[in-house]
């Protein structure tokens, strides 16, 4: 199977910015998402992008994040500007057809 290792979360203060990565074994990227959960609530969908390039994001993360790939490496990343406090989750990178990482935990706090 496809193992896919999250890196780049930590501790960041408010309007501050994060970039995760999300390093796959095995075959390249085409279709691949960042989702998210916080304490006491579901997994989130945060971002997508398709094997043509196209790109999604959850309204609360819309003109703050970025999504993008590099499938010569084989890794997906999430680009995360003008951090806010809600944004605290663990974050998890997702491949096609069902694969998932571990996670990284994102803290967005002063």
């Known amino acids: 199977q496809v193992q896919l290792v999250e890196s780049g979360g930590g501790l960041v203060q408010p309007g501050g910015s994060l970039r995760l990565s999300c390093a796959a074994s095995?075959?390249?990227?085409?279709?691949a998402a960042w989702h998210r959960q916080a304490p006491g609530k579901q997994r989130e969908l945060v971002a997508s992008?398709?094997?043509?390039?196209?790109?999604n994001y959850a309204d609360s993360v819309k003109g703050r994040f970025t999504i993008s790939r590099d499938s010569a490496k084989s890794t997906v990343y999430l680009q995360m500007n003008s951090l806010k406090p809600e944004d605290t989750a663990m974050y998890y990178c997702?491949?096609?057809?069902?694969?998932w990482g571990q996670g990284t935990q994102v803290i967005v706090s002063s």
């Open positions: 997702w491949s096609y057809p069902s694969y």
């Open positions: 095995g075959s390249i990227f085409n279709v």
């Open positions: 992008i398709t094997s043509g390039g196209r790109t």
